[in-house]
């Protein structure tokens, strides 16, 4: 008789709640059950695990709902325990509720009963064969990808905030310097105002600089006699601060990127180099593209993996009402992000998008949403390279005329 196990887990910050269900495949009637809560550390690990042995089943069916960093653990030590009749699953919240309010219209809520109501939801039959695929040990990389914008958002703000005091300081100086070359941070931390800057020997400040730099330091000094700024030694302070956090943060991205690309190189080798194949394609895409989406072949097909990015079409219609075709948006909005610099890299190195961009900007479209219909066509383009172990295929260069 072949018997299927279901776990639901409730996770807590301290404490985890397992739901265990012991089903007859063919009949679906429940065998055994048990809830039990343990404790969030290794000994609480070791009882759940002594708990799981004295059930027997032929498969384990595990679920448990996103909560970030508190189930992000014990997924870990699922994927990475000796059971190799296991599949986990994240679930949505929302799904788990829809289907509790389905089940009884009660407001009960406890951790028990939310494990209970998450293995019940892993019993029905036509949720299994619907379920997300099973969850597999790459966030780690995802996180990693994570930490990149974060520091990118620091750095913008300081920038501002840097481009605030300067216009009490020396507001010419963003006006003669619109993109704010390296080398002036590195001046400014010496010398942060256009008083400073004009009483300073031109030798000091050619000792800052390195040797190739685009500063023209003599005009420079003749803007700083004319500035309207102010000499104000607290702001002036404040922005030397500004300029070494400013430097703390580029050097923290410059590794945060380091790695994330070493890392995805090493995790996946065969779409690394079909990615970097691929002409505007370089390595932060296709580092960052690979830690979000993780391998591409645990995707069924193309519409999945689209799906997985929120890119896919959703439709409300009811009788002679139709709604708007609109993206779902679900998913990391940050690989999103990527699939559309993806796009804007891919319509300008490769004729395909090029082509595909100019007859949608042609039929009217606004420019954000070709590259929005771009970003999808570029994901399909995308999953069949390491499944198939296929390179790029580029459009024939047009016969001269």
């Given at each position: 008789?072949?018997?299927?196990?279901?776990?639901?887990?409730?996770?807590?910050?301290?404490?985890?709640?397992?739901?265990?269900?012991?089903?007859?495949?063919?009949?679906?009637?429940?065998?055994?059950?048990?809830?039990?809560?343990?404790?969030?550390d290794?000994?609480?690990?070791?009882?759940?695990?002594?708990?799981w042995?004295?059930?027997?089943?032929?498969f384990?069916?595990?679920?448990?709902?996103?909560?970030?960093?508190?189930?992000?653990?014990?997924?870990?030590?699922?994927?990475?325990?000796?059971?190799?009749?296991?599949?986990?699953?994240?679930?949505?919240?929302?799904?788990?509720?829809?289907?509790?309010?389905?089940?009884?219209?009660?407001?009960?809520?406890?951790?028990?009963?939310?494990?209970?109501?998450?293995?019940?939801?892993?019993?029905?039959?036509?949720?299994?064969?619907?379920?997300?695929?099973p969850?597999?040990?790459?966030?780690?990389l995802?996180?990693?990808?994570?930490?990149?914008?974060?520091?990118?958002?620091?750095?913008?703000?300081?920038?501002?905030?840097?481009?605030?005091?300067?216009?009490?300081?020396?507001?010419?100086?963003?006006?003669?310097?619109?993109?704010?070359?390296?080398?002036?941070?590195?001046?400014?931390?010496?010398?942060?105002?256009?008083?400073?800057?004009?009483q300073?020997?031109?030798?000091?400040?050619?000792?800052?600089?390195?040797?190739?730099?685009?500063?023209?330091?003599?005009?420079?000094?003749?803007?700083?006699?004319?500035?309207?700024?102010?000499?104000?030694?607290?702001?002036?302070?404040?922005?030397?601060?500004?300029?070494e956090?400013?430097?703390?943060?580029?050097?923290?991205?410059?590794?945060?990127?380091?790695?994330?690309?070493?890392?995805?190189?090493?995790?996946?080798?065969?779409?690394?180099?079909?990615?970097?194949?691929?002409?505007?394609i370089?390595?932060?895409?296709?580092?960052?593209?690979?830690?979000?989406?993780?391998?591409?072949?645990?995707?069924?097909?193309?519409?999945?993996?689209?799906?997985?990015?929120?890119?896919?079409?959703?439709?409300?219609?009811?009788?002679?009402?139709?709604?708007?075709?609109?993206?779902?948006?679900?998913?990391?909005?940050?690989?999103?992000?990527?699939?559309?610099?993806?796009?804007?890299?891919?319509?300008?190195?490769?004729?395909?998008?090029?082509?595909?961009?100019?007859?949608?900007?042609?039929?009217?479209?606004?420019?954000?949403?070709?590259?929005?219909?771009?970003?999808?066509k570029?994901?399909?383009?995308?999953?069949?390279?390491?499944?198939?172990q296929?390179?790029?295929?580029?459009?024939?260069?047009?016969?001269?005329?």
């Amino acid at each position: 008789m072949r018997r299927q196990g279901f776990i639901g887990l409730d996770v807590a910050k301290d404490t985890f709640t397992a739901a265990f269900l012991v089903v007859d495949a063919l009949s679906g009637v429940i065998q055994q059950s048990h809830v039990a809560t343990f404790s969030y550390d290794r000994p609480g690990w070791q009882r759940f695990l002594a708990t799981w042995d004295t059930f027997q089943a032929d498969f384990w069916w595990v679920g448990l709902e996103a909560s970030g960093p508190y189930s992000a653990l014990l997924e870990a030590h699922l994927l990475r325990g000796p059971r190799p009749h296991l599949s986990l699953h994240r679930l949505s919240p929302l799904q788990v509720r829809d289907f509790a309010r389905a089940r009884s219209r009660r407001r009960t809520k406890t951790d028990r009963l939310d494990a209970y109501t998450i293995a019940l939801f892993l019993r029905q039959p036509l949720t299994v064969q619907a379920l997300p695929a099973p969850l597999q040990d790459h966030t780690p990389l995802r996180a990693l990808a994570h930490l990149d914008p974060h520091r990118a958002q620091e750095r913008t703000r300081t920038q501002n905030q840097v481009r605030q005091l300067l216009h009490f300081l020396f507001p010419e100086l963003e006006r003669a310097y619109p993109r704010f070359p390296k080398a002036l941070p590195a001046l400014l931390r010496h010398f942060p105002s256009a008083h400073a800057i004009a009483q300073a020997p031109l030798p000091d400040l050619q000792a800052l600089l390195p040797s190739r730099h685009t500063l023209n330091l003599e005009a420079l000094q003749a803007l700083a006699r004319a500035s309207f700024g102010l000499h104000d030694p607290i702001r002036a302070q404040t922005l030397q601060l500004l300029l070494e956090r400013w430097a703390f943060l580029e050097t923290l991205r410059a590794r945060c990127l380091a790695a994330l690309q070493q890392a995805a190189r090493a995790h996946h080798p065969q779409a690394w180099r079909l990615l970097r194949a691929i002409p505007g394609i370089g390595p932060r895409l296709a580092a960052r593209f690979l830690a979000l989406t993780g391998p591409l072949d645990r995707f069924p097909d193309r519409k999945a993996l689209i799906a997985y990015a929120g890119l896919d079409i959703t439709l409300h219609q009811s009788g002679r009402l139709a709604g708007r075709c609109r993206l779902s948006k679900r998913g990391d909005p940050l690989l999103r992000h990527v699939l559309y610099l993806i796009a804007t890299a891919l319509k300008r190195y490769t004729r395909r998008f090029a082509q595909a961009f100019a007859y949608y900007r042609h039929q009217g479209r606004a420019v954000r949403e070709t590259l929005v219909i771009l970003s999808r066509k570029a994901l399909g383009m995308l999953d069949p390279l390491p499944r198939h172990q296929a390179p790029f295929q580029a459009l024939p260069q047009p016969a001269p005329v």
